[in-house]
C-alpha cells in the first residue's frame, strides 16, 4: 500500500518570496508521483509529475519539483510566488506497475495563502 | 481541447433519495476514476473502470454503484443518501489504464440536506 504525507497543512508567505511545499511517501514498489493545484470550488488541476528520468521537473508557471529516492520525497518549490499561487496543493502518487490501474493515493493537502 | 466533462455541477438531494452523476471522459480515453473529496478533505478514491470493466475499487459504499457505458462515459449511482455523503465528486479520464496522470473534471458538488 502507498501513503502520502504533506508536512504542512497551511503555508502562509508573502508575495515575491520563495516557498517549498514538502511531500514524503511511502511505497514499497517505484511510484509516478504529482502535485496537483486546486483553486477555490474548481477541480484539480495537475501542475507537474515524475514519471523517471530526471529527477527534477518543472512546470510552465515556475514551479518545480524534485523526486529524492533516498529520502522517499517529492518537494514543491517556487523561487518568486506570486497572489495568484494561492490555492490548495496536493501531492499524489499511483504504482506504475501495479494492479491499480492507475489510481492516485493524495496526501493531505497544503494551503498555500501568499500574501501582499 | 476537449476536457472531461461531469454532470450536473451541483445537487442538492434529500437524505434517503438517489443521486446519479455523469462523467463523459476525453474523446479516446478509455479508463475512468471516480474521487470522493469531502469537506477540507483528499480526494478518496471510490472506483475506476477500463476498457468498461471495472478495474479498481476503493472506498466506496455498498450504496454507490457506476459503470461505464459503450460510449465509456460514466455514471455514478448513490442510493440512500446521507448528510455525510455530501462531499465533491470528481471524475478524471486516461487513456490505457493510466498511472501517468489524468485529466480531471471540475467535479459534482453533492449537497444531501
Known amino acids: 500500500a502507498q501513503s502520502v504525507t504533506q508536512l504542512d497543512s497551511q503555508v502562509p508567505v508573502f508575495e515575491e518570496a520563495p516557498v517549498e511545499l514538502r511531500c514524503n511517501y511511502s511505497?514499497?514498489?517505484?511510484?509516478?508521483l504529482f502535485w496537483y493545484v486546486q483553486y477555490p470550488n474548481q477541480g484539480l488541476q495537475l501542475l507537474l509529475k515524475?514519471?523517471?528520468?530526471?529527477?527534477l521537473v518543472e512546470s510552465i508557471n515556475g514551479f518545480e519539483a524534485e523526486f529524492n529516492k533516498s529520502q522517499t520525497s517529492f518537494h514543491l518549490r517556487k523561487p518568486s510566488v506570486h497572489i495568484s499561487d494561492t490555492a490548495e496543493y496536493f501531492c499524489a502518487v499511483s504504482d506504475p506497475g501495479g494492479t491499480s490501474y492507475g489510481k492516485l493515493t493524495f496526501g493531505q493537502g497544503t494551503i498555500l495563502t501568499v500574501h501582499p | 481541447a476537449a476536457g472531461v466533462i461531469q454532470s450536473p455541477r451541483h445537487l442538492i438531494k434529500e437524505k434517503r433519495e438517489t443521486a446519479t452523476l455523469k462523467c463523459y471522459p476525453i474523446p479516446r480515453h478509455d479508463t475512468v476514476y471516480w474521487y470522493q473529496q469531502g469537506p477540507g478533505q483528499d480526494p478518496q478514491f471510490l472506483i475506476s473502470?477500463?476498457?468498461?470493466?471495472?478495474?479498481d475499487k476503493g472506498s466506496i459504499p455498498d450504496r454507490f454503484s457506476a459503470q461505464q457505458f459503450s460510449d465509456y462515459h460514466s455514471e455514478l449511482n448513490m442510493s440512500s443518501l446521507e448528510l455525510g455523503d455530501s462531499a465533491l465528486y470528481f471524475c478524471a479520464s486516461s487513456l490505457a489504464g493510466g498511472g501517468r496522470g489524468y485529466t480531471f473534471g471540475s467535479g459534482t458538488r453533492l449537497t444531501v440536506v
Open positions: 473502470f477500463y476498457e468498461k470493466m471495472q478495474s
Open positions: 511505497s514499497s514498489v517505484s511510484v509516478y
Open positions: 515524475y514519471l523517471s528520468g530526471s529527477t
